[in-house]
């Protein structure tokens, strides 16, 4: 599958030799539409104000339960197209800076050949 390429650091679309640059994996796509889906607030799209997690609602509040928290994010990883199964989930919470750290690799399926992604995102 394509997709624009988004630059990781900078969340821009990537340009090679002044052309707009595409996904050019399986790897690079999934990884990319985790990330995207992981870090979009519900609601917080126009087209589809369904869309996204419940960040205000179940996540961005005091004592906020690690568990609970880290089930939401698994059924959105779940619920990708291209994730066949979680293999490695992690969710750790930093008080000082008030940072949720979330680790996880997703086995995908390309053309009947298994391939895991791995990702990590900072909220």
Same mark, same amino acid.
């Given at each position: ?7 990781? $650091?900078?969340?821009?679309?990537? %340009?090679? #030799?002044?052309? =707009?640059?595409? @996904? ?5 796509? !999934? ?34 339960? $690690?568990?609970?928290?880290?089930? %939401?994010? #698994?059924?959105? =990883?779940?619920? @990708? ?5 979680? !293999? ?36």
């Amino acid at each position: 599958m394509k997709n624009l390429f988004l630059d990781p $650091l900078t969340g821009d679309l990537s %340009l090679r #030799k002044f052309n =707009i640059r595409f @996904t050019e994996s399986q790897t690079e796509w !999934l990884s990319q539409k985790l990330e995207n889906k992981l870090k979009t607030i519900f609601g917080e799209w126009f087209a589809n104000q369904f869309l996204g997690i419940e960040y205000f609602q179940k996540i961005l509040k005091k004592q906020a339960n $690690l568990d609970e928290v880290g089930t %939401l994010f #698994k059924t959105q =990883i779940k619920n @990708t197209q291209g994730v066949s199964k979680i !293999l490695q989930f992690s969710i750790d919470y930093e008080r000082n800076t008030r940072k949720y750290i979330v680790n996880f690799e997703v086995l995908s399926v390309e053309n009947g050949e298994e391939i895991p992604v791995i990702g990590s995102i900072t909220i």
